[in-house]
């Protein structure tokens, strides 16, 4: 069982920065994605970023590119998403989740097998 913890979140005014980490019990799995998910309020979970453990290809949603940038340092390291230029729609809990298998787009968070607890994000004057 692959267990998920995501941290980072917190308060933060528009225009701020903010580093979200996922740590997993095992990172070094091969043919797995990673991904990023949020759902604010009312609203579903939605699928702004993810990278794969193959060629590392990443994907951004619209609604974040430019602004947000998946990244991580190796095999066994966590997973970092820094998002800069935050607003207040950004205002969500975030989410780190896995799935096996090489993707190139993300998916919905349907197709994913494991999630961590989520982090709250508040983007606020």
């Known amino acids: 069982q692959l267990h998920l913890v995501e941290s980072g979140g917190g308060f933060v005014q528009p225009g701020g920065s903010l580093r979200l980490s996922c740590t997993a019990s095992e990172f070094t799995l091969n043919g797995l994605t990673v991904g990023w998910f949020r759902q604010a309020p009312g609203k579903e979970r939605e699928g702004i970023s993810c990278i794969n453990s193959g060629d590392g290809t990443t994907y951004y949603d619209d609604s974040v590119k430019g602004r947000f940038t998946i990244s991580r340092d190796n095999a066994k390291s966590p997973m970092y998403l820094q998002m800069s230029g935050l607003k207040p729609e950004d205002t969500a809990v975030y989410y780190c989740?896995?799935?096996?298998?090489?993707?190139?787009?993300?998916?919905?968070?349907?197709?994913?097998?494991?999630w961590g607890q989520g982090t709250q994000v508040t983007v606020s004057s």
């Open positions: 989740a896995v799935k096996r298998g090489i993707d190139y787009i993300i998916m919905g968070p349907r197709d994913y097998e494991y």
